[in-house]
């Protein structure tokens, strides 16, 4: 991608929770190199000898690996960067175990290393008099100076960059920063993620700012698609969006931090592409419908759309709610403003898009193609799937009531898949069918409470919760 005006074009691995298998890894490599990123950044945080147990060396065969995709990254025109996370690092001691075990990186072929130093604090001594711990920019300046100068009098090719404690935010920022900016050798690239951890938006002013900071134009670390920690109920599958196109101007490059499943982070990737590509043209929605295309096939794109569709919740905000959410709402309005409970326009809008879902859900789960991408949807796939049916019932719930056909096992059997579609680990838009489902119950609860009002005798009623009426017995 030569045309492009970022120099830097990266992913990096940096996720917490379990990270890629070595052909995984690979594989998502070759796949960046195809599409025009230059960089692989490795550092996802649960790799033990990467963080917590960043001494140890790796063992023999993992040794092996990372060799063979340095290799493989350096056939796919990528620079493969090892990053480390020394989490209580002592410079009294430790610096030669530093140095060794990126030595041992260096003799696998790899030329480009960082350290991330972001979300961890030096407290090794736990003391909050330590001399060595009262000035944090002090000691990242000294640890990466030093690693910088004996790095390239290894090999002048070489290069490092710094994930720093403090990463993200809005100016004016504080004395870390422009400590770090002022002392770190002008070749370090530092890392900013923009106002936020996971940025909504990054402007040119921002970065300009943060540049301005640390004396330098920083690398962009871009947290999204990722989905770990807190965000790992979701599945980020949209495009990239609110990335102003003259961001080039103040950074040296962005690099990607992609979702714990490597396969489906390919169709965020693809947007990425295009906007690093011209990011003056950049058209999201095309990016991405031409993303879903290119990595789950022309046999199941339409289902892999519609599940798409509703996998956009993100720190990415949108414009408009999705689809099902809008008729969801006004479906709700539709049977709240029928007082015989009969389905209007918008509830059977929603019945047939209902049954599009239904359909798409299960192409996806049986008759996807790309098998790997099923793999990683699966989990989203499935309780999407949960959430159809959920609002397939109600819909029935509402049919029974309207021709006056017994229906109090239908609520009982809806109100129990409410409950239990609930408990699933994962969220998609699905989930806006639980005020739907709630809404119908209700809505049938008002109309036996006034038929039971004009009969002469009073029937049992056994409680329920979610129908608050009850159901007469």
Not at 18 to 39: K, Q, S, V
Not at 207 to 222: C, E, M, N, T
Not at 380 to 402: I, P
Not at 413 to 433: D, F, Y
Request: proline content about 6%; some cysteine; charged content about 20%.
């Amino acid at each position: 991608m030569e045309q492009s005006p970022f120099e830097i074009r990266g992913v990096i691995e940096g996720f917490y929770g379990a990270f890629y298998t070595f052909p995984e890894r690979n594989d998502l490599i070759r796949f960046i190199g195809a599409h025009g990123y230059n960089l692989y950044v490795y550092g996802p945080k649960n790799d033990r000898q990467h963080r917590n147990r960043w001494r140890e060396p790796y063992p023999a065969v993992v040794m092996e690996q990372f060799r063979a995709t340095a290799a493989i990254a350096a056939e796919a025109g990528v620079r493969f960067c090892y990053a480390i996370s020394p989490l209580n690092y002592d410079s009294t001691k430790d610096l030669p175990n530093l140095m060794g075990k990126l030595k041992d990186m260096y003799d696998c072929g790899i030329r480009a290393f960082s350290v991330l130093v972001d979300d961890i604090l030096c407290t090794v001594h736990h003391e909050p008099s330590c001399s060595i711990c009262a000035w944090p920019a002090d000691l990242d300046i000294a640890l990466c100076n030093g690693l910088y100068e004996w790095l390239t009098a290894l090999d002048p090719s070489c290069s490092l960059s710094i994930c720093p404690t403090q990463y993200h935010g809005r100016a004016p920022f504080g004395t870390y920063l422009h400590d770090l900016g002022v002392g770190l050798h002008p070749e370090i690239d530092i890392f900013y993620s923009g106002p936020h951890v996971c940025s909504a938006e990054l402007t040119t002013a921002d970065v300009g700012d943060f540049a301005a900071a640390i004396q330098r134009r920083p690398l962009i670390w871009d947290n999204y698609p990722v989905n770990d920690l807190a965000m790992r109920p979701y599945m980020h599958i949209g495009p990239i969006r609110s990335r102003e196109a003259t961001l080039h101007e103040v950074v040296r490059g962005i690099v990607v931090n992609p979702m714990l499943q490597a396969e489906a982070s390919k169709i965020p990737l693809l947007t990425w592409a295009e906007y690093f590509h011209d990011p003056y043209s950049y058209d999201p929605w095309g990016a991405w419908e031409r993303a879903l295309l290119a990595i789950g096939g022309a046999v199941n794109y339409d289902a892999l759309l519609r599940f798409a569709e509703n996998s956009l919740h993100s720190c990415l905000r949108l414009s408009e709610l999705p689809k099902l959410e809008r008729l969801v709402k006004a479906a709700i309005a539709d049977i709240e403003s029928d007082h015989q409970g009969a389905c209007g326009a918008s509830c059977r809008e929603l019945r047939s898009y209902l049954d599009v879902l239904d359909e798409a859900c299960y192409e996806l789960k049986n008759r996807m193609e790309n098998l790997r991408l099923r793999h990683d949807l699966l989990p989203w796939v499935e309780a999407l799937d949960e959430w159809v049916w959920v609002g397939k019932r109600a819909m029935r719930l509402l049919d029974a009531m309207e021709h006056g056909k017994p229906h109090d096992h239908l609520a009982r059997g809806l109100h129990n898949a409410m409950e239990e579609v609930q408990a699933h680990s994962k969220r998609t838009s699905g989930n806006a069918l639980l005020p739907f489902g709630r809404a119908v119950l209700e809505h049938v609860g008002q109309l036996r409470s006034g038929q039971a009002a004009g009969r002469e005798h009073t029937p049992t009623v056994v409680e329920h919760e979610g129908y608050p009426n009850g159901l007469a017995a």
